[in-house]
């Protein structure tokens, strides 16, 4: 079974930085590109961040570029989110979430979510 | 980017009616790269339909997809109590970003 837990949020004054993690357990984690997907409160889905399977590419929405960093690790099956200059509007919960196809792409459903993280900027 | 606009915001329907929901794209999606998720309040989204029309592992077969270019939609043909949620498109046919749309809430009328 496919699982992925996220860790890492908490409440940070604005500027602040945090890094957010996503453990994997139950597929084979360096055959999937993975995701990160945030969501404010009452709001919709926002696509942020995705890493390809050997971690050689990695792509940012712009409201997010220069300030997060996602990288992976296939030894640990671990994902991460560094968050630097953290604003008001980044508080949302991120979820990471797993490609669906074992190409390694990015370019993919996403077919299995963790519960999620909450991340909350605020002084 | 491809901006991602569903229809209506919300749907108030009884179980047992039919549901279609409209994802109108801003841009032609490439080979049809457009998926369905459900999310229930306090959950993490899922995995329904993609590839436009393929059903994800376990989905009921009263889901279905549709649609090509810059014009999809979900149905759901008869609305189970547990099919009351909200429903996201995204598509993943460009380079990233791989966009959502708003989403649609299907609530009990």
């Known amino acids: 079974e496919v699982q992925l837990l996220e860790s890492g949020g908490g409440l940070v004054q604005p500027g602040g930085s945090l890094r957010l993690s996503c453990a994997a357990s139950g597929f084979t984690f360096n055959s999937y590109g993975m995701t990160w997907v945030r969501q404010a409160p009452g709001k919709g889905l926002e696509w942020v961040s995705a890493i390809n399977s050997d971690g050689g590419y990695t792509y940012y929405a712009d409201s997010v570029k220069g300030r997060f960093t996602i990288s992976r690790d296939n030894s640990q099956n671990t994902l991460d989110l560094r968050i630097t200059s953290l604003r008001a509007e980044d508080t949302a919960v991120y979820y990471c979430?797993?490609?669906?196809?074992?190409?390694?792409?990015?370019?993919?459903?996403?077919?299995?979510w963790g519960q999620g993280t909450l991340v909350t900027v605020s002084s | 980017e491809i901006v991602l606009t569903q229809s209506p915001g919300t749907l108030s329907l009884s179980p047992g009616e039919r549901a279609s929901l409209s994802c109108r794209a801003s841009?032609?999606?490439?080979?049809?790269?457009l998926a369905w998720y459900q999310q229930k309040p306090g959950q993490a989204p899922r995995l329904l339909i993609y590839?436009?029309?393929s059903r994800a592992t376990g989905i009921p077969d009263r889901f279905s997809g549709s649609g090509s270019g810059t014009d999809f939609s979900l149905t759901i043909s008869r609305l189970e109590p547990e099919d009351f949620a909200v429903y996201y498109c995204q598509q993943y046919g460009s380079s990233p970003p791989l966009t959502f749309g708003g989403g649609t809430k299907v609530e009990i009328k």
């Open positions: 979430a797993k490609g669906a196809l074992g190409s390694g792409y990015v370019r993919t459903a996403l077919d299995s």
């Open positions: 841009q032609s999606v490439s080979s049809s790269y």
């Open positions: 590839g436009a029309s």
